[in-house]
């Protein structure tokens, strides 16, 4: 494939991310109403992540001049494109012409970036960092210079500010530089490199310093590293799962690859791709083992990843590369029409394929229509999933909305920030999942309980309260 037809495709499959977004029937997931929330609140750190996903939606939202779910969202087709023309650059300068349009087509089309190209995530942005910085790289891996080691600095710095994942490329990063001479910089580039990225990251860690360390400590109880165990079923599904991330085919042609290098049969080159991508896997396998780990936290091993993938698939099975792309094609239709016919795709049970997508609006206009019958000026809740989209689908509605008041250190971004103000005396709709019984032993009125028809939330029962915000005061 050539790198014009490579290009073409990238432009294809993202124009029909962009036009089928319009389309969209899904409300945000609980992570895409708080990363947008925090867009509307910029700082340099957050409760459970560092900032740069909200500094992108701001930018996207300010362009469109809107905050509705389009122009939070497609910031994803069009960075994972950028990605995509940065990473045939990358497998350019690494291999050769002969791969850099399958690597560019294969990266847009593979199913994790087919899916958080309709569903926004960290990842986007963390990827995208990534990538200039392993090309900044491997310009210096030819040549020194100061200009390079500046740019690869302050990507991997503003990979950081992403997403913390990206440490994980460093164990096997700094083997590559020890023992694979072409993977070599020079020391001096090394150390300006180094320092810039300490810089772009100087702001994140300086919040979390004056925060109580906030964002480390949610990412060591997601981690589960203070409930740490043995689990083989853990590291299996977690490993298993990453042949669904990027494709059967290309995470088989990274394993392949790693077999060659065991059997001494890898070049300089496969071997420095292999030191930055397969680690990863390792060490979150490791840590699915011992603790926990989603599917999605392997993701930084598949910048080199694909390149090795498709450089291997190039020499030893070129079948491959074709079944790939069919594969990526698919999921790339699938997943952009799933979102358009969300409420008509229902399991036979009688859940929706994408209910985890559903409903959540619904609770949220259901609130507010109860706060205004009840005469609350405010709406109170608990449940992080409901305030997320509250402050999103109420956005434009006089209604104020809060977090209940944490018992001690705050559980997230809400409780942190925006929790109701002690000794509030007017009334509030609190809504929940639970029943509520209010701190200082006042009093509640149920105004009602009821069971959403779809959605996330079909079948679960949420009540409203009427009560004083006293209710929530801690007793002295």
């Not at 929706?352 to 949220?364: C, F, P, Q, T």
Request: glycine share 8%; hydrophobic share 50%; with cysteine.
């Amino acid at each position: 494939m050539s790198a014009r037809t490579g290009l073409f495709i990238i432009l294809a499959v993202t124009l029909w991310r962009i036009v089928t977004l319009h389309f969209d029937t899904t409300d945000f997931f609980v992570d895409e109403a708080q990363y947008w929330f925090w867009s509307q609140n910029l700082d340099f750190g957050y409760y459970s992540k560092p900032p740069m996903i909200a500094w992108f939606i701001r930018a996207f939202t300010a362009l469109g001049g809107s905050s509705d779910i389009f122009w939070v969202r497609v910031g994803g087709p069009i960075v994972h494109a950028a990605t995509a023309v940065l990473l045939m650059k990358l497998a350019k300068h690494f291999v050769g012409p002969e791969i850099e349009g399958w690597t560019g087509a294969i990266y847009v089309t593979m199913p994790a970036v087919a899916l958080s190209s309709v569903f926004f995530s960290t990842d986007v942005v963390l990827l995208f960092f990534m990538t200039i910085g392993l090309l900044a790289y491997a310009g210096l891996t030819k040549k020194p210079s100061v200009g390079l080691a500046l740019l690869m600095g302050a990507a991997f710095g503003c990979s950081f500010l992403s997403k913390y994942a990206i440490l994980f490329v460093v164990p096997g990063g700094l083997i590559a530089l020890l023992f694979v001479p072409a993977a070599r910089i020079a020391w001096r580039d090394f150390f300006i490199s180094v320092v810039t990225a300490l810089v772009f990251a100087a702001p994140n860690l300086w919040w979390n310093f004056t925060h109580d360390a906030t964002t480390v400590r949610h990412t060591e109880d997601i981690a589960k590293w203070d409930q740490m165990k043995l689990d083989f079923a853990g590291a299996g599904e977690f490993f298993a799962a990453q042949f669904g991330v990027v494709g059967p085919i290309i995470f088989f042609a990274m394993l392949w690859a790693a077999w060659r290098m065991i059997r001494g049969r890898s070049g300089e080159t496969e071997k420095l791709l292999i030191w930055f991508s397969l680690p990863v896997v390792f060490l979150i396998t490791l840590q699915a083992f011992v603790a926990k780990a989603e599917a999605n936290w392997g993701v930084t091993a598949y910048v080199a990843g694909t390149v090795l993938a498709v450089s291997i698939l190039a020499q030893l099975w070129p079948k491959g590369l074709k079944i790939s792309l069919g594969i990526g094609a698919f999921a790339s239709i699938v997943f952009p029409l799933a979102t358009i016919f969300a409420h008509q795709l229902v399991l036979p049970g009688g859940n929706e394929i994408m209910k985890r997508y559903l409903g959540r609006a619904d609770i949220s206009r259901e609130a507010a229509e109860l706060a205004k019958q009840a005469g609350a000026a405010a709406i109170v809740t608990d449940n992080r999933d409901f305030i997320a989209d509250m402050f999103h689908t109420l956005r434009a509605d006089p209604v104020k909305v809060y977090a209940r008041p944490p018992a001690d250190f705050p559980k997230s971004y809400y409780e942190q920030n925006f929790a109701l103000p002690a000794g509030s005396q007017e009334p509030v709709l609190f809504v929940s999942r639970y029943e509520l019984t209010c701190t200082n032993g006042g009093t509640a009125e149920l105004v009602k309980s009821w069971q959403p028809a779809n959605g996330y939330y079909r079948g679960k029962t949420i009540y409203a309260y009427k009560t004083p915000g006293t209710c929530f005061d801690k007793q002295s």
